[in-house]
């Protein structure tokens, strides 16, 4: 495929624009060449050619940490009071939802928000999978929709006691055995794996050994950290150590693992990320929505965590997550210099492609560059003040909309094209989504 008459956006490092540029990219879904203006590459027999018409190409979008068994929450009213902090709203919305799901449940939520990526062009998806009444297989039916799709994720199941002994061991059984499956190349690099776990407060010692001892050396945890100051009360009543201790004690930490959240993280713990080079996803639009208050994400960044951006479950716009970290954080110190764009892009960017390479095997993405995948957008901005390399992160910020994403393209293929998605049947998919949630919310209803 040749994509020509192109803004290009590289996300190099430094960052460059070409203007009126052009893209090659191979057979293999890679980019082959970039070529700057002036120079047109010639067409192969029968190759596909794109033209941009001016329209912004830069590459897509990537979440940190997400929840697909959270999409059919949208709407759906809680009984009784409404919950007036986070432990209720666990209680009352997300351990009863969770139990309400069943394969067609787990995957048409996937499928929803599948649809809802290609739609934002965000391409990537490192997802957090819950579902106690249908465990066993549940991760083979997000991948089946992820390779439909022709969107890349992580996947893994939310390991907890919670909900018993058994269903503790089958979490176990559900993560070893779709580890070992991502990793006998059946998805090439469409699917990643790791470990998941739900949170401290949740997890006794007992159950955190066995999940060390179970998963495979090369592969990471995916775990809720600190995200309510009740997980560093419990984990302090447990044994005296506060969540990331915890965590560190149990051998969890490490470079291929993400700690989501992290509210009510202090300094040593935050100092103890940064040793063990373990990832942090921010998630600012659910810090607010579920009223937990917002991580010293400055201050992690400065003392050298890895920083992400994720969505926790909420739309697939990645650019509505930039602006919920960069107005959220000046607001809660009441000082405008707070989280500068630059720090986001280093987040949402920088550091979510990095996060990308390490687990999925060393895949190049979210830049435009040789050898790199062809996972890339074009975007129908027109901005009418002067976007330089210099204010790109604030023009995103106070100029990019949802719907200005025209085309989506992953490893080469594309996924929608002028606006209409060509890769699944949008309305089908919708419809029977729609039919499942019925049965999904009387479920969730009939267990109060």
């Keep these: 495929m040749i994509i020509k008459n192109a803004k290009i956006i590289t996300f190099e490092e430094p960052n460059r624009i070409i203007t009126g540029g052009s893209l090659k990219i191979n057979s293999s879904g890679k980019i082959e060449k970039i070529y700057p203006s002036g120079e047109n590459p010639v067409p192969d027999n029968g190759e596909e050619v794109l033209d941009a018409n001016g329209q912004y190409l830069m590459p897509a979008g990537i979440c ?64 957090h999978h819950a579902s ?17 799709s022709g969107i890349r994720a992580s996947l893994c199941y939310e390991l907890t006691d919670r909900d018993g002994q058994e269903r503790s061991d089958q979490g176990i059984e559900e993560n070893v055995r779709f580890i070992r499956e991502a990793q006998s190349g059946k998805f090439g690099q469409q699917i990643s794996a790791l470990f998941g776990l739900h949170a401290s407060l949740t997890l006794s010692d007992e159950t955190l050994q066995k999940a060390k001892n179970a998963c495979p050396q090369v592969v990471g945890f995916h775990i809720h950290a600190a ?44 100092s103890l990320l940064a040793r063990r080079e373990t990832w942090l996803s921010h998630q600012p639009r659910s810090n607010m929505n579920n009223a937990v208050g917002l991580p010293e994400i400055e ?11 994720g969505n926790d479950g909420f739309s697939n716009s ?11 954080h000046k607001l809660l110190h009441r000082d405008p210099r707070r989280m500068p764009a630059d720090k986001i892009y280093q987040m949402a960017v920088i550091n979510n492609r990095n996060l990308v390479k390490t687990i999925f095997g060393g895949l190049e993405t979210g830049i435009i560059k040789n050898g790199a995948a062809a996972d890339i957008i074009l975007v129908d901005y027109k901005p009418y003040t002067d976007l330089t390399i210099e204010n790109f992160p604030w023009q995103l910020i106070f100029g990019f909309e949802d719907g200005m994403v025209t085309t989506t393209i992953v490893n080469g293929k594309m996924l929608m094209k002028d606006r ?14 729609g039919k499942i949630s019925a049965a999904v919310w009387k479920r969730y209803h009939d267990s109060f």
Aim: some cysteine.
């Design 64 to 127: 940190a940490h997400t929840h697909f068994y959270g999409a059919y929450s949208r709407g759906m009213y809680i009984p009784g009071e409404a919950p007036d902090a986070f432990p209720a709203i666990l209680e009352k919305l997300w351990w009863k939802l969770d139990k309400a799901l069943d394969a067609d449940a787990n995957y048409y939520s996937a499928m929803v928000c599948l649809l809802n990526a290609i739609r934002n062009g965000t391409t990537t998806l490192i997802d």
């Design 132 to 148: 106690p009444n249908a465990i066993p297989g549940s991760l083979d039916i997000l991948a089946k929709a992820v390779m439909q």
């Design 227 to 270: 995200e309510h100051i009740v997980d560093e009360y419990d984990s302090v009543r447990k044994g005296g150590l506060r969540v990331v201790e915890r965590l560190d004690q149990f051998g969890i930490l490490g470079p291929k693992t993400i700690v989501a959240h992290g509210v009510h993280i202090d300094a040593h713990e935050i």
């Design 299 to 309: 201050s992690m960044l400065n003392m050298g965590v890895k920083v992400c951006l």
């Design 318 to 328: 990645m650019w509505e997550e930039w602006k919920a970290a960069y107005l959220s």
């Design 420 to 433: 209409r998605i060509t890769i699944l049947d949008e309305d089908a998919v919708i419809r029977e989504a």
